[in-house]
């Protein structure tokens, strides 16, 4: 079986969908918002991505660092917001399957389960060290319709674009100042060791594509308060 891996709370958590998927794959249903969040303090860039024709959808937002120089790597916080009839939710970085950082998230037992894959080519993402998640209070929450998460990335904005380790291929860095390609896939089963990171996943649903306005997501006061969230 193929993987062809590509992966807010809407409605009263926020923006509205605007176009129709089809099976399989899925039109980006929002564009590029400014968000700013009321729980951690960040300016966050926020897209809607629709996985059903009804008008369910994740939300995707992304905050960084001001003043970023071009060809860096630079921290990134990642907020999503999702159904509850959601499996699991993934965010490619590099806006496809292979070769580039995955993140995996999923409701735990008793949190937000995030897990950290990298795909070699269209088959099970593995465990990905180099890219490192840390979950903050803050901006992670959950109701009878959604639940949210907030979390610190640190190597999710460059990476070895050969085979994920630091060496045997070129650096693929993301634009602080522009536009990145990021994509999302969505299943509705869940892992089969749903407090495990490192948990097999059965095959997503839908997947989409978008292009993610990363200008829109610099902070001024990101490394204050990044340092204030994770203390």
Known sequence: MLWTLFLGLESHFENPPQKILTRGTVAAAAANAVYQDP???????????????????????????????????????????????????????????????????????SNVILS?????????PQDYPTAQYTLFKSGTKSNSTHWQFTALCKGC??????????????????????????????????????NSPSSSIPIHEVHGYWQHDFAQAANSNFETTVQRLTS
């Open 39 to 109: 729980d951690t303090g960040l300016v966050f860039s926020s897209n809607f991505q629709l996985y059903k024709s009804d008008g369910r959808g994740i939300t995707f937002r992304v905050a960084i660092p001001d003043g970023v120089e071009s060809y860096t790597s630079y921290d990134a916080v990642i907020q999503m917001v999702v159904p509850n009839d959601v499996g699991w939710a993934g965010l490619a970085w590099g806006g496809s399957m292979p070769k580039n950082p995955i993140l995996v998230a999923w409701k735990g037992s």
């Open 116 to 124: 950290s894959r990298w795909a070699t080519g269209h088959v099970m």
């Open 157 to 194: 904005t460059a990476w070895d674009a050969g085979s994920g380790s630091g060496s045997g291929g070129s650096t693929r860095y993301l634009s602080p100042r522009g536009g990145n390609r990021l994509a999302f896939a969505y299943s509705p089963g869940k892992p089969s060791s749903i």
